[in-house]
């Protein structure tokens, strides 16, 4: 989230980058979590849902927090979908604080601290057929989720209390692997 004043901000949107060794259990709430937005979100013409980032990928640390996609055909009626959302727990976080204009991105919480992540994607948008690429592409190579597992526990302690540090950190191994997959 970028904005100049943290002081109004939820706990949730401060909290510290910390990795936690694989789960195989993430999969299986991936999975549910999945269908869950998409029975949810269906009304909006939402029938992908796929359960993406590290946690959807095996043997690979993590932040335990499962990241979900939804392919919408539109935002026509993102009002509709936030209060949709919001009856579910999900907290819309407004383009202007996300910072990324391809998506509209949603966090579920409980206890104060990030449980799941949506990211809300029109069709076309290439983003999309890019997180599906490095998510297959990792779960075929063992020896990049292990470099990727230490990269990221790494950037962890390197930017601990600055999330968004940490996820730009990480874009060259991830472009990197893309790169790789094509030739």
Known sequence: MTHESQEDWPIWATEAVEIQPANPEWLERGREEA????????????????????????????????????????????????????AEDWHYVPVELDGHEWRR?????????RKCHLHLIPQHEQRWDIQLRF?????????????????????????????????RAKSEFIQHVLTEAER
């Open 135 to 167: 998510r297959n592409v990792m779960r075929q190579r063992p020896d990049a989720v292990e470099r990727y597992g230490q990269l990221k526990q790494q950037l962890a302690e390197q930017y601990r209390n600055d999330r968004e540090a940490y996820t």
């Open 105 to 113: 991105f949603f966090v579920k919480v409980k206890q104060d601290r």
């Open 35 to 86: 269908a869950r937005l998409r029975a949810l979100l269906a009304p909006y013409g939402v029938d992908e849902v796929e359960h993406i980032g590290s946690t959807s990928i095996p043997d690979l640390a993590a932040k335990p927090i499962l990241d979900v996609m939804a392919k919408i055909p539109s935002y026509a009626q993102l009002e509709e979908v936030v209060e949709t959302l919001a």
